[in-house]
């Protein structure tokens, strides 16, 4: 079953505080992304990664950085949270080499920046 | 219906009615995802629908799609308590999966 686990679920930080959200994939899958939903809202994509090295900008990067380690690690940093950064994040992978198909997502992360 | 910067709609309706969610898309896409999730959880794909289908079924569920206007709906048929979610559609950018999510449509059913 496709899994992708997310750490930590909850996190409380400090506004100008650095945070790193961690994200794990067993799926065998090239691609990784990066959403956060705002209450009464869709997800939006931050940043994305066809695989280990890359990283790329989605639809609202400002504030936030990527790290692809590899293929089963992609990380989201904040290197100065700020209150308006204060979301609900889910990490997804899909299939990159196959377009229009599956992407599968976590159980998010609730960042509550004070 | 759904998309952009609209808000999260709501729909509350009985067990067993039938309920239909609409969501308009802007640019052009070549398959409609349509998304669940249960509270506290990720989305969950339900059901994907490309551009050569004008229809899709999954059990209770329908999707259509519409290329030339641009739309898509999600049709819940007889829906039950364990259908309430919040339901998305999303769009692929044309390649890697790169998902736009309309606002979501909250449904509730039973009380």
């Known amino acids: 079953e496709a899994a992708v686990t997310q750490s930590p679920r909850n996190k409380v930080a400090v506004t100008g505080g650095k945070v790193t959200l961690s994200c794990n994939q067993t799926?065998?899958?090239?691609?990784m992304y990066w959403y956060r939903q705002d209450t009464g809202h869709g997800l939006r994509l931050i940043h994305y990664?066809?695989?280990?090295?890359?990283?790329e900008k989605g639809d609202i990067p400002d504030g936030y950085k990527a790290s692809r380690p590899s293929q089963e690690n992609f990380s989201l940093i904040l290197e100065l949270a700020t209150p308006s950064q204060t979301s609900v994040y889910f990490c997804?992978?899909?299939?990159?080499?196959?377009?229009?198909?599956?992407?599968?997502f976590g159980k998010g992360t609730r960042l509550t920046v004070v | 219906s759904q998309w952009g910067e609209e808000n999260l709609q709501a729909l509350s309706i009985q067990e067993g009615e039938d309920v239909t969610m609409n969501c308009s898309y802007k640019?052009?896409?070549?398959?409609v995802h349509w998304y669940r999730q249960d509270s506290g959880r990720g989305p969950a794909l339900i059901i994907l629908?490309?551009?050569?289908?004008r229809e899709k079924r999954s059990g209770r569920l329908r999707a259509t799609l519409d290329t030339s206007s641009q739309s898509s709906s999600l049709s819940i048929t007889a829906a039950q308590c364990e259908d309430t979610a919040v339901y998305f559609c999303?769009?692929?950018?044309?390649?890697?999966?790169?998902?736009?999510f309309g606002a979501g449509t909250r449904l509730a059913v039973c009380p």
């Open positions: 640019t052009y896409t070549t398959v």
């Open positions: 999303a769009t692929d950018k044309g390649s890697f999966n790169k998902l736009t």
């Open positions: 997804a992978s899909g299939d990159g080499r196959v377009a229009n198909t599956e992407v599968f």
């Open positions: 629908i490309r551009s050569n289908e």
């Open positions: 799926n065998n899958h090239n691609n």
């Open positions: 990664s066809y695989g280990a090295g890359s990283t």
